[in-house]
């Protein structure tokens, strides 16, 4: 990544589930999930969950 490739903020795919159940939500599964960035052995990845509440 260079200095214009920035995502400040962005969870590992493990502690974005725990903040969706913690929100409360339950029945959560990853319906979708495709590579975004893979550059210098760093790997961010788009994800689509489907939850219910």
């Given at each position: 990544?260079?200095?214009?490739?920035?995502?400040?903020g962005a969870l590992t795919?493990?502690?974005?589930?725990?903040?969706?159940?913690?929100?409360?939500?339950?029945?959560?599964?990853?319906?979708?999930?495709?590579?975004?960035?893979?550059?210098?052995?760093?790997?961010?990845?788009?994800?689509?969950?489907?939850a219910l509440k």
């Open positions: 990544m260079n200095s214009e490739d920035c995502i400040d795919k493990e502690n974005y589930i725990e903040s969706i159940r913690k929100a409360g939500f339950n029945n959560i599964e990853t319906s979708e999930e495709k590579p975004y960035i893979e550059r210098d052995g760093r790997k961010i990845t788009s994800l689509v969950i489907k």
